[in-house]
């Protein structure tokens, strides 16, 4: 072979730009892929969430919150009483099923385990670097990764005499999943 690139999908976006670390890849394709930090794409898509699920502004700042705790807080019992009260109102407000299983901690010890706080990244210098052709696409009713603002953070990432490597392309009607609705 004489070009050896890289694919990632969702958070394999981020797998696929931190191996640009160690190594030297021709291309790279980013399939519904974050561009954004970890805590960036968690309220991106607590925003975008809220406005597909028709969530209350209570809810979303519920939502907001719960997400700024799950990054921010502490591992300790008053850490874990804050989350338990929040996921309380998140099933009365309709927000719960905006988060994922592997964002709730059911003991003091599993906080640190948390899906984000294990894989915070941050794809910022990573992009900045990276000088070569760097193809992102996005899904026009993706909420969890919602296009506009991954785009834009690329667009800043590849600025001046490297933009002509970058090309993305936000695919009509399709989901995170690049699935589409007729």
């Known amino acids: 072979f004489k070009k050896i ?3 990632g999908s969702s958070a394999g976006g981020w797998v696929a730009l931190k191996a640009q670390e160690a190594s030297a890849f021709d291309f790279s394709i980013s399939v519904v892929g974050p561009s954004t930090n970890v ?3 968690q309220m991106q ?16 700042e519920e939502l907001e919150a719960y997400t700024k705790l799950v990054f921010e807080g502490p591992s300790n019992r008053k850490t874990l009483k804050a989350m338990e009260q929040m996921l309380a109102k998140a099933e009365a407000n309709k927000w719960l099923s905006l988060l994922e299983d592997t964002d709730i901690a059911k003991k003091v010890k599993e906080i640190d385990e948390l899906w984000v ?11 900045s670097l990276y000088d070569k052709p760097f193809l992102g696409l996005y899904g026009e009713k993706d909420w969890i990764v ?11 990432a590849f600025d001046g005499d490297r933009r002509f490597l970058l090309h993305t392309f936000i695919l009509p009607e399709a989901g995170h999943g690049m699935e589409t609705t007729a």
Do not use: C
């Not at 898509?45 to 979303?60: H, M, N, T, V, Y």
């Not at 706080?117 to 992009?127: I, N, S």
């Open 5 to 7: 690139g890289v694919l």
């Open 39 to 41: 805590f960036d794409q």
């Open 45 to 60: 898509s607590a925003r975008e969430g809220a406005k597909i699920f028709d969530l209350s502004p209570q809810a979303l």
């Open 117 to 127: 706080r294990r894989h915070d990244f941050d794809p910022t210098t990573v992009l």
């Open 146 to 156: 919602p296009a506009s603002e991954n785009i834009a953070a690329l667009e800043k």
